[in-house]
């Protein structure tokens, strides 16, 4: 496993997976909703052209890079964030908190 800092509940589902002692509660009723909610969520049943620039679209790719995903499904994610109403901008966030 990679170096992640885990708290004490998370390491002990880690130790409980890797043992083969790990037993799920999820009914699968529940586990049908999930299912169907992630489906959801990451159905791709459109397709758009877009023209940007070629130093936002360099941007974007290392972007990509840096998280380990492909550039596409990190500008679906910004948009999705945006439309959802949970994009935030950092950098506004920075001047408001300066200027108080």
């Known amino acids: 496993m990679n170096n992640a800092k885990l ?3 998370e390491q002990d589902l ?3 997976f890797e043992s083969g002692n790990f037993t799920t509660t999820l009914t699968e009723k529940r ?10 969520t990451f159905k791709k049943d459109k397709r758009i052209n ?4 070629g130093h936002d679209l360099s941007a974007i ?3 990509a890079l840096e998280e380990g995903i492909p ?3 990190l500008v679906a994610s910004v948009l999705h964030k945006y439309v959802s109403g949970t994009l935030q ?3 506004a966030n920075k001047l408001n908190k300066r200027t108080r």
């Open 71 to 73: 550039y596409q499904t």
């Open 31 to 40: 586990k049908s909703e999930i299912q169907t909610s992630a489906e959801d």
């Open 14 to 16: 880690l130790d409980e």
């Open 7 to 9: 708290d004490q509940a």
């Open 50 to 53: 877009i023209r940007l620039s």
């Open 61 to 63: 790719q290392r972007r």
């Open 89 to 91: 901008d950092i950098t």
